[in-house]
């Protein structure tokens, strides 16, 4: 089995390489065999060069030049062995960590040393320059970078391509002088001072004839205080997504082919994440070919159900860790805890001859029956005969969750070889196993829980259902396999079963249901309600990787 691991950083923790070596040590825990492939990322702002000479043979340039307030900085860059490209990060010369925070002034703060650096390497031969613009301490336009070319190297003839993604324009509310100077720094007056400068800037470069009043509010144009928009009109520089040069450069596309999967991961994973990040540039590549990818972060926030639609499985790494922040922060504490994230999770997508969930269809309607057959069955051995009649659920019913998309299935290749590898496709590629167990998971409202007595729900947000939990006995826990299902897309569950299902009562409580209060069912009769509701930060859980075993002795639990 073949697995990458392409982590970003986890900033003041770990870097992307401690992530990836963690990772590493989790897998070959469970899976000696496992072939794995370690590739430290950086989405092509700070730790750009770091990332290139991990993967391709360069050597070192290092140089004084003008800092952010022009003092003389040590500054360096890579050039690749055959003396043609050069990778560089405008933050070397003009960063933000180059200026204490007393003296941080972007009124001031120029890119001189980057037109310093660029002016360098075209002397030496380049003729494409690879540079990162992110992490800066100035709001000039790139004014200092032209400046100090004009001395330098009025012609430099190289082909620049900029790591950028950042989508800001170069004036106005959203762009480099409101959006980026206070955080270098700048004060309200200060702002729109620099503003100013920046239009005023952009009518010079128009009255040049190098740009049109379009080009200034191009996405980029204010990355980096302006600079995009200095590269991009004068050096006529190109303007790519950092992740995506990375993954080039590194030959991405072809290491995945054969890849068995993909796991990737950051510091704190959210709706940000879709915006250029790492894991969303590597989360791509990989669906373009169908390589499952899983999201591995310190910190995972999905309240809105974004990152659960584009990966497999998403888990915090901090997790099961209720130690202060401040010790989840260390870097020992973070790779143990990677370690440990990658050895469960392998685990429990390993186990059973890896069953999977899909929605139900029409065609599976005669193994349903015969599953809710033995499901009654099993009730009324149990003491709690009266909960479903002799023929519930009716096809009719059957059907009607079918067509609603609310039926899902549990299957289950008892052909498989449990040492084979689990299938982690999206739903629409998965295989056709046996049908083992059903429930149905329903989005709210539902009507018979608008009326509660003798109690009220825990809160009245939107929620979920799950009825008509059936098994064919092959499979235990399937409730807490249904839990996991539902949990990974809603925060409130609700559910409701009978008073003489013993069982499901056990099951429902076990899985932190807390009880409500009474329910009545269209036919009238009484059931007992039950509400699970949790944070968003609290989410784990995948429709692909769940804790189930086979065991063939024990029947499911309906409702």
Not at 376 to 391: C, I, L, T, V, Y
């Amino acid at each position: 089995m073949k697995i990458i691991l392409a982590f970003d950083s986890f900033k003041g923790c770990m870097a992307a390489s401690d992530a990836c070596k963690a990772a590493a040590s989790g897998i070959h825990a469970v899976m000696p065999d496992a072939e794995t492939l370690e590739l430290p990322l950086s989405d092509g702002g700070e730790g750009l060069v770091k990332c290139v000479e991990r993967m391709a043979p360069t050597h070192r340039v290092v140089l004084p030049v003008h800092g952010p307030l022009m003092e003389i900085v040590e500054a360096s860059y890579a050039i690749a062995v055959d003396g043609t490209t050069a990778y560089m990060e405008m933050a070397e010369a003009c960063g933000l960590t180059l200026v204490p925070e007393s003296r941080r002034n972007p009124i001031e703060a120029t890119t001189y040393g980057v037109g310093e650096m660029i002016a360098d390497a075209a002397k030496r031969g380049c003729r494409t320059i690879v540079m990162g613009i992110g992490g800066s301490a100035t709001c000039d336009g790139g004014k200092g970078m032209l400046d100090a070319l004009y001395r330098l190297c009025p012609h430099p003839h190289c082909r620049i391509i900029v790591a950028c993604d950042v989508t800001n324009p170069l004036y106005g509310p959203m762009g480099a002088a409101y959006v980026f100077g206070p955080q270098k720094g700048a004060s309200a007056e200060q702002v729109y001072i620099l503003d100013q400068r920046l239009r005023k800037f952009a009518r010079e470069t128009e009255l040049a004839g190098l740009a049109t009043p379009e080009m200034a509010m191009q996405p980029g144009t204010g990355a980096a205080g302006g600079l995009g928009y200095a590269l991009m009109t004068y050096l006529n520089a190109q303007l790519h997504s950092g992740i995506d040069i990375i993954l080039d450069i590194c030959g991405f596309d072809g290491l995945i082919r054969d890849a068995d999967l993909v796991i990737t991961g950051e510091g704190c994973s959210d709706a940000q994440t879709l915006m250029g990040k790492v894991p969303y540039g590597v989360q791509k590549r990989c669906h373009r070919v169908g390589v499952p990818i899983w999201l591995l972060s310190g910190r995972i926030d999905d309240a809105g159900k974004i990152l659960v639609k584009h990966f497999s499985w998403l888990k915090s790494i901090n997790e099961k860790d209720r130690r202060p922040l401040n010790v989840l922060l260390q870097r020992e504490v973070a790779m143990k805890n990677m370690e440990n994230t990658v050895s469960e999770s392998l685990l429990l997508s390993h186990l059973a001859g890896f069953p999977l969930i899909r929605r139900a269809r029409r065609e599976d309607i005669p193994r349903l029956q015969e599953i809710f057959a033995r499901a009654r069955s099993f009730m009324k051995e149990a003491g709690n005969p009266d909960q479903w009649n002799a023929d519930y659920p009716s096809r009719e019913l059957i059907e009607k969750d079918i067509e609603s998309g609310d039926c899902y299935v549990v299957t289950l290749d008892n052909s498989t070889d449990k040492k084979t590898k689990p299938d982690f496709r999206p739903e629409s590629q998965r295989g056709y196993g046996k049908i083992e167990a059903t429930f149905v998971l329903r989005k709210g409202p539902d009507p018979t829980y608008d009326i509660i007595y003798n109690g009220k729900w825990q809160n009245e947000k939107p929620y979920a259902a799950i009825h008509r939990i059936a098994s064919s006995g092959t499979l235990k826990g399937i409730f807490h396999l249904a839990m996991l299902f539902a949990m990974h897309r809603y925060d409130n569950i609700r559910i409701d079963t009978h008073r003489n299902n013993m069982p499901m009562r056990k099951a429902i409580i076990k899985e932190g249901f807390k009880y409500c209060g009474i329910i009545h069912c269209w036919s009238g009769d009484e059931r007992l309600a039950y509400h699970y509701t949790s944070s968003p930060s609290d989410h784990t859980g995948t429709e692909r990787c769940l804790r189930v075993t086979n065991d063939s002795t024990r029947p499911g639990i309906p409702r």
